[in-house]
Nanobody, 127 residues
Framework: QVQLVESGGGLVQPGGSLRLSCAPS????????MGWFRQAPGKEREFVAA????????FYTDSVKGRFTISRDNAKNTVYLQMLSLKPEDTAVYYC????????????????????WGQGAQVTVSS
């Protein structure tokens, strides 16, 4: 059974930083393109960032460009979302997602493109 296990959420003040981690069990990370999504209270889940299987391609939603960085360490079987200059509007449950792919440069932008999901990690940005 494949699971994605997230860690690193928490409470941070505006302007602060957090790093989320996600590690698959039952599957090696190198076989997956990875993405991060988030869902704020009362809102639909939205795309945040994605990284290709080989790590050479990344994509971000406009609201996090320049502040968030997605990266992966296939040797450690872990994908990261480094979040800087956090704002109250970044408050949400963050989900990592994995997509099976035969292409090193592929990444997905839509939920339906992903096969596996983590349980979610709460990120709260508040003073």
């Amino acid at each position: 059974q494949v699971q994605l296990v997230e860690s690193g959420g928490g409470l941070v003040q505006p302007g602060g930083s957090l790093r989320l981690s996600c590690a698959p069990s039952g599957l090696t990370l190198s076989s997956l393109a990875m993405g991060w999504f988030r869902q704020a209270p009362g809102k639909e889940r939205e795309f945040v960032a994605a990284i290709s299987k080989g790590g050479g391609n990344t994509f971000y939603t406009d609201s996090v460009k320049g502040r968030f960085t997605i990266s992966r360490d296939n040797a450690k079987n872990t994908v990261y979302l480094q979040m800087l200059s956090l704002k109250p509007e970044d408050t949400a449950v963050y989900y990592c997602a994995g997509a099976r792919s035969n292409y090193d440069n592929y990444y997905g932008l839509k939920e339906y493109e992903y096969d596996y999901w983590g349980q979610g990690a709460q990120v709260t940005v508040s003073s």
